[in-house]
């Protein structure tokens, strides 16, 4: 019982832990990429928190710093708060959802691509609902920019997001398994760790790529 009870403990703390990382990294990285859309890492923090301790994790994490962005740094209100949980959990609570019941690395990558086809898909639907009402767009100008604008903006997001979950998620779980924070055992079964980092670094290399081209850049 006491065993538990300080992992629970460990949880909560780790978790809070995260969603502190998660909010900073909103506030002092975010990158421009085309008209207002900017790229923000915080999803990586959050699906790794969903990885290690399930998608209800995710989401509260992405509520949390959803609430807090709208009340400190935001000016998009109560709409953009939910435009930033809405995106986080289809694609963090999503991933982990699958990663739970598929713990490998071969999981983790059809986790991570499920999780950002959600993400594409689900957020076309709500900018063409939603953005109108707090950008002030007339819809027809909002339904013009699905395709040139949101569609490639989504992709790149959702594909910078699995490249950094791929790097970061194993060394972070080796080392906080090292100091006692978590207990999880991953399988290792599904590829090799060399395979896993090439296919991430063809994937950031693609998604950089990707940026440098909407910034006019090349």
Known sequence: MCNKKTFSVKRMVL?????????????????PVVMFLKYEPKDVIITIAGFLFGPFSSFIISFIVSLVEMVTVSDTGPIGALMNLLSTCCFACTASFIYK??????????????????MVAAMLLWNWLITPLYLGYERDVVAGMLVPVFLPFNLLKGGLNTAFVLFLYKPLVTALRKTGLVETREQTSGGSKAGLYLFGLLLLATCVLLLLVFQGKI
Do not use: D
Request: with cysteine.
């Open 15 to 31: 978790l809070a832990m995260m969603a502190a990382i998660a909010y900073v990294m909103m506030c002092f990285i975010r990158i």
């Open 101 to 118: 019941r598929n713990r490998t690395m071969r999981g983790a990558i059809m986790s991570l691509a499920v999780g950002c086809v959600t």
